[in-house]
């Protein structure tokens, strides 16, 4: 079987057998680029499970049963996709995540079609289907979205679907390139690409669990602090029993917790606010970790101060000349800098950790910004 013999409309090509995976990988190791995509299920899991992966080489298209493979058959594909071709996806964070944790490593490098139609000014956060319509003027099937890509056997209809996220991916892609190129931005592209192939992206350490709680904001600083430990202690459970973070602790009743934060068991189980069964597992641990965010001090940015009046005036003014620049440059304000970065930029000055203060964004926003904070 080579690449070139598989027949796109007419039936997909999958594979289940390690010699069909190793002999596709060997044609996949001499191509350029690689347009990819990833089938997965988590509803009742922290970490992902992958089940699909599928390949396509702008000749052909295979989906990958990474069900029917066991990690040795699945290295030959490791080794394609941490080689030097680029990898191309749409949207591409969680099939980096999966990839990460099935091989320890993000792929690179990376050309990511959302961003990319992003920066050209045709959509931002565009959709894969809304993409290859706009481009293509190829309308997908989205009714098979919520598949249930664990069970077995997968029907015709349901490979083909997945084969279609990266039939037309290879498609979309050179176009894409060539139009940033012209345009020149494929810079840009690159250079936001190799940011988001930094592993820590994609991991969840339990110390920045809260950063998840978008509800943090209204709540008083001790229990902000008390939030920020529960989160944690949240996070740390549902990665030890790898299970979904809700099932562990939802948002609203650790919110209920933090703005209570009960002494003892007795007055947890008063709050009538956990089913049974949380309150005797976990009940304890919970009191435990109240009691401890009492006596330390919140997390590093868990209480930024608000801004003063004259801080929220240059932020304004910040904020115009972001999108000011944006509508001349047709892109997203967002794209260039987000309220937040503008925020933190306000209150840290030069010295603040942000993307519009390296690369492209420095260059085309991040000077002007420092002027007028100057």
């Not at 066991?70 to 980096?96: E, I, M, N, W």
């Not at 890509?149 to 990266?166: C, F, G, I, M």
């Not at 602090?225 to 609203?252: F, V």
């Not at 919140?298 to 929220?312: E, F, H, N, S, V």
């Amino acid at each position: 079987m080579t690449l070139a013999s598989i027949e796109p409309a007419a039936a997909v090509h999958t594979i289940v057998h390690a010699d069909a995976l190793g002999e596709a990988c060997e044609a996949w190791r001499e191509r350029a680029w690689l347009a990819l995509d990833t089938e997965f299920v988590r509803e009742s899991t922290y970490y992902p499970r992958l089940c699909l992966i599928q390949v396509a080489d702008g000749r052909g298209e295979a989906c990958i049963d990474t069900l029917a493979l066991d990690a040795a058959a699945l290295r030959p594909l490791l080794d394609v996709l941490y080689g030097p071709g680029t990898k191309v996806f749409h949207a591409a964070s969680q099939d980096l995540e999966v990839l990460l944790q099935l091989g320890g490593a993000v792929p690179q490098p990376l050309f990511d079609t959302q961003l990319a139609a992003a920066l050209l000014g045709i959509g931002d956060q565009l959709g894969y289907a809304a993409l290859v319509e706009r481009l293509l003027d190829v309308r997908l099937d989205k009714s098979l979205t919520r598949t249930d890509w664990s069970r077995r056997p997968l029907s015709a209809a349901e490979l083909t679907y997945a084969a279609d996220d990266v039939r037309y991916l290879a498609q979309i892609y050179p176009r894409l390139q060539d139009q940033l190129d012209a345009a020149g931005r494929l810079g840009w592209l690159l250079e936001d690409c190799a940011r988001m192939a930094d592993p820590e992206r994609y991991r969840s350490p339990p110390a920045t669990a809260w950063r998840r709680l978008k509800g943090l904001a209204r709540l008083a600083p001790p229990a902000q602090r008390a939030a920020a430990a529960l989160a944690a202690w949240r996070e740390q459970t549902a990665q030890a029993r790898d299970r979904p973070r809700k099932w562990i602790l939802d948002d609203e009743p650790l919110y209920r917790l933090a703005e209570r934060r009960p002494h003892n068991l007795a007055q947890l189980e008063s709050l009538k606010l956990l089913p049974p069964k949380l309150l005797e597992r976990h009940g304890e641990a919970l009191v435990e970790q109240m009691a401890q965010a009492a006596d330390t001090p919140g997390p590093t940015g868990l209480d930024a101060p608000a801004l003063t009046d004259a801080q929220k005036a240059l932020a304004r003014q910040m904020a115009e000349r972001v999108r000011g620049e944006a509508e001349r440059l047709g892109l997203p304000p967002a794209l260039l800098a987000s309220r937040g970065d503008i925020e933190t930029l306000v209150r840290e000055g030069a010295g603040a950790t942000l993307p519009l203060l390296g690369g492209w964004r420095r260059e085309v926003i991040g000077e002007v910004l420092l002027g007028l904070a100057a």
